[in-house]
């Protein structure tokens, strides 16, 4: 216990600090004294959608997330007087990158060195901060303008300052890697030397801004800056939410209702505080449907170390009622599914005259595409140490939404959001779970009964896999009716799967509009006869995101489908994907029914199927699309459009006479739009190639008698080094100008994995794989 | 109490016998670098070296530690293999979220300290046991081809 806190340290105040203290009352408290009018570049009033004019009153983007963005250099930069920059990172970091690239971004607008950079994490404080759920691909898309003029900001006062200081007009001084130059006089002051003075100025208004030209730029769009974090996680420094550690701390584990909606019914905890170092047993209320975030409840075990916590859970004796959901089969669920996707649903588009159009087709296409439920099982489980002093609770964890766990944990203690702070550690890996602060209420709840002391929950393995919010489950029909020449001339899709708004409503039984939007609605086909239909599905368990959400069964349903249509009229699949999705054309969502467009304006982005074909001849160029491959051995393609960005993937497989399925390369073409650190935009991609792979092999989650059956990964398996494709070529397409809009890059990788290796396992073999996961379906004895 | 030699430090824990390695390290010890992930030797999220072999600490009780030469994560960089190991992670830019770095790191280290130059198969073999969820696995694969000073990659 004698390892000091580093995660408490990372959120300490410094003193050194001489700009901007980060702490927000802190921050209040300098305005106060120093009598600064900062009103202007205060976050509650510098919001765009407060002072732009726009004609249209819907708001999008950034703009539309609760809180917005913040540019206030004031709240993200701070200078000590040895030239240290700190760059406030207010986005969670769990592998995609981002405490080095939205820092990078402040660092070149402000001539910082990145050498002399400091990344200091926020806690939750969406108000000082802006928007901080860190999903949905959102983090560089929404913020890179606000970081850009955050760094334009602070060089501008560096800049200033200096021209005071030499009594010289600000025009003719510049800001160079750390320093402030005066050319004609041959002067130069560094960042340190300035920073008090440059405190005292006021900050620059928007419009004044002179945000680099791209040819300047320095670390954007170059990919030469490493890893903040690399050093720490390559030696065991890295501090994640399972690795705090606080004087005089408890650890804990809870034993959940093993169904969703059940209750306790009894239990005994004489065995289990027999075991050595267990402090504590206590019983959690379960909270009434809807799930939204709250605690499952159960019986919680406190003890001296996670080891004896684990060992006092194992000798609980309890008693569960089932609850509602408790002959939830997956078996039965499955053939519910299928039902209901053969008969007309909910219409959410309609073009044309699909009925007559299948009725008067040369040939018909029929086809059903299950995907099951999944667990994103971050190799980090859910945890989370809280700890109540003086009526203020105090939390450090790995999380996607530290606004989100305040205000709920805020509710739950009964107490002013004031008086909770929400430090946020490394995430060992989210992809969806770590937006659910559930394990963080816990934590917080425990600390509670322990009479504020410091309380580590963690989640084993176990509890991860069988009471995640886990991905839908899906039946997906379609139906295609082709004419003499091939074409299709009618396109009849139905989706069906329970939808996340079920976690957070009663009776939702049809997928909102941003599950509708992931791929399914939007599908930019040119048929004349289209129409999709969405019919009812019941959730059982708590359904949320998984990395990329309902694009996995939507991309795999619809760009199989293709490629079986493709088949069907003997045509080669990259040309009848290219002759579907038609010429290149700009369409505005909202014409294809998707009222939602990923949060973001339709108008500046539309759907471009240009860029679509575009990213699909890049990948099948790179692939050697149609050439010559040995016996066992095939191409597939899919293409996917999601979080705007257009993704397309040639996956080779290889199939032994046996039935072994390989994947020597996958090829990726990716067109995100700008790209802001090409570096890790690749490992992300390199990342969902691989995630894909595993779900479309090995991903299941199952349930029996309303419980889930795999219980570690020796049931739920992923992919490992042996099975991984063996190689991943990734295919950037050139970045357009700085100043058009971002795409998204965690998630678009994902989707087209599965159906681009199942249309690769046909080439190969002549199999068609419907139902995931693969698992041993090639299997030939 | 159990006497064990952590990084070359004796270190009492005052633990019953059949607590796993891991959580004495992680809990008493305050040595968090090795982690915690499936608690069924299914990961290799816990691996740390006992006598140079790479062992699951999570099932591994500190009576079988006793006596034993222990080396985590936080000392392999002490390693010539393992620094140049951790050098290569650094070069490729290797870990994502990094939490089952620790594990790669010690299999990959034992792995060249057993198998100077590993051939694609004996990497295969090596590093099966570690999940990466982010998946890192083809930088992994180079990492270990470039601490070894492989510049052929053989497929």
């Excluded at chain 1, 560089?140 to 009594?167: C, D, I, K």
């Excluded at chain 1, 008090?196 to 791209?214: F, G, I, Y």
């Excluded at chain 2, 591994?60 to 985590?72: C, E, L, R």
Aim: overall charge negative; aromatic content about 6%.
């Amino acid at each position: 216990m004698k390892k000091p806190l580093d995660s408490a340290e990372l959120n300490a105040d410094d003193g050194s600090l001489l700009i901007a203290n980060i702490s927000r009352r802190a921050f209040l408290k300098d305005l106060a004294l120093t009598g600064l009018v900062l009103a202007a570049g205060f976050p509650m009033l510098t919001r765009a959608d407060e002072t732009a004019v726009s004609p249209d009153p819907q708001k999008y983007g950034a703009d539309a997330m609760p809180h917005g963005w913040v540019d206030n250099p004031l709240v993200f930069v701070a200078i000590a007087t040895d030239g240290t920059v700190t760059i406030i990172c207010h986005r969670s970091e769990m592998g995609q990158g981002i405490r080095t690239s939205l820092p990078m971004v402040v660092a070149d607008e402000m001539e910082a060195d990145w050498q002399r950079v400091h990344v200091k994490q926020a806690p939750g404080d969406e108000v000082l901060y802006g928007n901080q759920d860190t999903d949905g691909s959102r983090s560089m898309r929404h913020f890179f303008m606000p970081m850009r003029r955050v760094g334009a900001a602070a060089r501008s006062m560096l800049e200033a300052a200096a021209a005071a200081h030499w009594q010289v007009p600000v025009q003719e001084v510049i800001a160079k890697q750390h320093q402030i130059f005066h050319p004609a006089s041959g002067r130069v002051l560094d960042y340190g030397q300035l920073a008090a003075a440059a405190a005292n100025l006021p900050v620059p208004d928007r419009e004044t801004l002179h945000l680099k030209k791209q040819e300047d730029f320095r670390y954007i769009g170059k990919g030469q800056v490493g890893i903040y974090d690399g050093q720490d996680m390559v030696t065991g420094r890295a501090q994640y939410g399972i690795d705090t550690r606080l004087k005089d701390m408890f650890y804990a584990v809870i034993a959940r209702p093993p169904v969703f909606g059940g209750k306790l019914l009894s239990y005994d905890a004489n065995e289990a505080l027999k075991v050595p170092g267990v402090v504590k047993v206590i019983e959690l209320k379960s909270s009434p449907p809807p799930a939204e975030y709250n605690p499952l409840g159960g019986i919680a075990v406190i003890a001296g170390n996670t080891w004896a916590a684990i060992q006092g859970r194992n000798a609980l004796k309890i008693e569960w009622e089932k609850g509602p959901h408790g002959s939830y089969d997956s078996l039965v669920y499955k053939a519910e599914l299928e039902a209901a996707a053969r008969k007309p649903g909910k219409v959410v588009r309609s073009e044309g005259d699909v009925d007559a159009a299948l009725q008067s087709a040369v040939k018909r296409v029929e086809a059903e595409y299950y995907a099951p439920h999944l667990a994103q099982a971050p190799m980090e489980p859910p945890a989370a140490t809280a700890q109540i002093v003086d009526g203020k609770c105090e939390i450090w964890a790995c999380t996607q939404a530290p606004q989100v766990s305040r205000e709920r944990v805020a509710k739950w203690l009964k107490l002013s959001e004031d008086d909770v702070t929400v430090h946020v550690t490394l995430l060992g890996g989210g992809f969806g779970r770590k937006s659910k602060p559930d394990y963080v209420i816990e934590a917080a709840l425990l600390s509670q009964v322990m009479d504020g002391k410091p309380v580590k929950l963690t989640w084993t393995r176990e509890d991860d896999l069988q009471h995640s919010y886990f991905h839908t489950v899906s039946v997906e029909h379609l139906e295609a009716g082709l004419d003499r020449q091939g074409n299709t001339v009618a396109w009849l899709h139905r989706t069906v799967a329970p939808t996340i708004s079920s976690t957070f409503g009663p009776d939702s039984k049809h997928q909102m509009p941003m599950e509708l939007s992931m791929g399914v609605i939007n599908v930019p086909f040119a048929i004349a006869n289209l129409r999709i239909e969405n019919p009812e599905a019941e959730a059982h368990t708590r359904i949320g995101w998984f990395r990329s959400v309902s694009n996995i069964p939507h991309a795999f349903a619809i760009q199989s489908f293709v490629a079986e249509l493709a088949a069907a009229a003997g045509c080669d699949p990259k040309d009848y994907l290219l002759d579907l999705i038609g010429p290149p054309r700009r369409i505005d969502p909202r014409t294809l029914g998707d009222t939602w467009n990923q949060g973001e304006s339709p108008v500046l982005y539309p759907v471009d199927t240009g860029r679509l074909r575009r990213v699909i001849e890049t990948v099948t160029d790179a692939a050697n699309w149609g050439g010559k491959l040995s016996k066992g051995r095939g191409l597939g393609l899919a293409a996917h459009y999601s979080f705007v960005t257009y993704v397309a993937v040639v996956v080779e497989v290889a199939v032994s006479e046996d039935g072994k399925l390989s994947i020597p390369r996958i090829d990726v073409a990716v067109d995100c739009g700008p790209q802001v650190n090409p570096e890790r935009i690749r490992s992300q991609i390199e990342g969902a190639c691989i995630m894909g792979v595993s779900l479309a092999t090995l991903g299941e989650i199952s349930f029996r008698e309303g419980a889930v059956l795999q219980d570690n990964f020796h049931a739920y398996q992923l992919t490992r080094m042996d099975d991984a494709p063996r190689e991943i070529r990734v295919h950037l397409l050139p970045a357009a100008e700085y100043d058009t809009p971002l795409g998204g890059v965690g998630e678009p990788g994902l989707p087209p994995i599965a159906p681009a290796l199942c249309n690769a396992i046909f080439a190969a073999t002549g199999q068609r794989i419907r139902q995931l996961p693969i698992r041993d379906q090639l299997r030939k004895d | 109490m159990t006497t064990l030699t952590i990084n070359d430090k004796p270190i009492k824990i005052d633990l019953p016998a059949d607590t796993p390695l891991l959580w004495a390290l992680r809990d008493f010890v305050g040595l968090t670098g090795t982690k915690f992930g499936c608690g069924i030797a299914s990961c290799g999220a816990c691996k740390v070296h006992l006598d140079g072999v790479p062992t699951l600490s999570c099932v591994t009780p500190i009576s079988a530690a006793v006596g034993k030469k222990i080396v985590t994560i936080e000392a392999i960089g002490q390693d010539e293999i393992g620094k140049k190991v951790q050098d290569a992670w650094m070069s490729l830019g290797v870990p994502q979220c990094g939490y089952c770095q620790s594990g790669q790191i010690m299999a990959a280290t034992a792995l060249l300290k057993q198998t100077p130059k590993p051939t694609d198969a004996d990497i295969d073999k090596a590093m099966s046991g570690n999940i990466c969820r982010c998946g890192t696995y083809c930088r992994i694969r180079a990492a270990i081809k470039q601490a070894a000073g492989i510049s052929e990659v053989t497929v």
